[in-house]
Nanobody, 121 residues
């Protein structure tokens, strides 16, 4: 069905920037929403940012003004530009897609394998 592959995580100092990318492949009829979630050690997975097919965006308050999500509908990719990173941004970041693999299928949640982002102080 739908596979998501992330790239771009790594180690950065506080105040620095990283760019995460996610590409969707496989059997895809329509991707309605793409987004990024993160999970820090000992914490629940939380929303970072989402973007709809018509490019409506939504951000967590904690990243507003620092992170920017964008999407290429033709390529089925989503990108998260992260600026002014803080140690509390350290987490595994997961790409998410709410998608239909074929026209008669219901929308389902798909997840990438996750990419580590570590921000040192």
């Amino acid at each position: 069905q739908v596979q998501l592959v992330e790239s771009g995580g790594g180690l950065v100092q506080a105040g620095g920037s990283l760019r995460l990318s996610c590409a969707a492949s496989g059997i895809i009829y329509r991707i309605n929403v793409m987004g990024w979630y993160r999970q820090a050690p000992g914490k629940q997975r939380e929303l970072v940012a989402t973007i709809t097919k018509d490019i409506t965006t939504n951000y967590a308050d904690s990243v507003m003004g620092r992170f920017t999500i964008s999407r290429d509908n033709a390529k089925n990719t989503v990108t998260l530009q992260m600026n002014s990173l803080k140690p509390e941004d350290t987490a595994v970041y997961y790409c998410n897609a709410v998608a239909r693999p074929w026209a008669t299928a219901p929308s389902q949640n798909y997840w990438g394998q996750g990419t580590q982002v570590t921000v040192s102080s």
